[in-house]
């Protein structure tokens, strides 16, 4: 359910862990990422990133795009070192929690079929048409408080999944901004405090796509949920290992995806710059 709707970018490399901190039990912890489809989420943000990076080759390169923007596009979406920044920072996150009670949510079936309709449903939203359809049922929804709607925002509220984004987004858009400014790209005038000053502009945008994209996302994955099995989801996103693995999450995705977009505005400022030359 992780979704940035700021440039993505991977970690060029993962920053050491400090002295004191336990990583959890790696076996579980694999075992985790597994029953969350992790593996397949990241082959998916991939595929995102490199649409993304089509997008961006237009709106900011002079030439557009190349086979060498491609190919620094997709060594930057590389999805073994977004796996490993991934794994490495959840698994620092949640070491102390309750992994067990995590794995027998996400291993039980209705916990399996949750993950299978995510990943699903996130692979569909790749093409354009589909999205759009499911943005406009989910606004339907919305307007018509149908009772899937209530149960769906009750799950978007326990998890803070609009702020968390937001956040997420903004900091993402930062690490953009400084990418460009370090490549040497911008004007002399950009300073880091001036491009914060900018992303915040972006903050009621990004907070309404966010909002769109959720409960989009949402509304059509947990679509073939019985209310039974959509409530089970909500009451293990309220318990404290649901909210332990939840704060996880977003902490080892904000960090993969801060890295991503710095890396893209770096390589976007040499590919400017060269381009202009």
Do not use: C, H
Not at 103 to 116: Q, R, Y
Not at 149 to 154: I, S
Not at 184 to 203: F, K, R, Y
Not at 236 to 258: H, K, N, P, Y
């Amino acid at each position: 359910m992780i979704r940035f709707t700021a440039p993505y970018a991977v970690a060029l490399s993962i920053v050491a862990a400090p002295l004191w901190a336990q990583p959890a039990d790696d076996a579980k912890v694999d075992a985790l990422l597994n029953a969350l489809g992790m593996p397949q989420m990241i082959e998916i943000m991939r595929e995102e990133g490199l649409a993304y990076g089509e997008v961006l080759a237009v709106d900011m390169l002079p030439g557009g795009t190349s086979d060498q923007w491609a190919k620094a596009v997709s060594a930057i979406y590389d999805t073994e070192t977004m796996y490993e920044e991934v794994r490495g920072a959840f698994g620092e996150a949640i070491a102390g929690d309750d992994i067990d009670a995590m794995l027998a949510f996400f291993t039980s079936e209705p916990g399996a079929k949750i993950v299978g309709l995510e990943v699903s449903a996130r692979r569909a939203l790749l093409d354009d048409a589909v999205e759009e359809a499911s943005k406009e049922n989910a606004a339907i929804a919305m307007m018509d408080q149908t009772p899937r709607y209530l149960m769906v925002q009750e799950f978007v509220e326990v998890n803070d999944l609009i702020e968390a984004n937001v956040v997420g987004a903004l900091n993402a858009s930062y690490a953009f901004y400084t990418g460009l400014i370090d490549g040497g790209a911008m004007p002399a005038g950009v300073t880091a405090e001036s491009a914060l000053q900018d992303v915040w502009t972006q903050e009621p945008e990004v907070r309404n796509d966010t909002t769109e994209w959720v409960y989009s996302f949402l509304m059509m994955a947990y679509q073939p949920l019985s209310d039974e099995e959509l409530q089970a989801y909500i009451a293990f996103s309220r318990s404290e290992a649901g909210q332990d693995m939840g704060d996880a999450l977003f902490v080892a995705f904000d960090g993969m995806f801060d890295d991503v977009s710095r890396g893209l505005g770096l390589a976007s400022s040499r590919f400017m710059i060269s381009q202009e030359l």
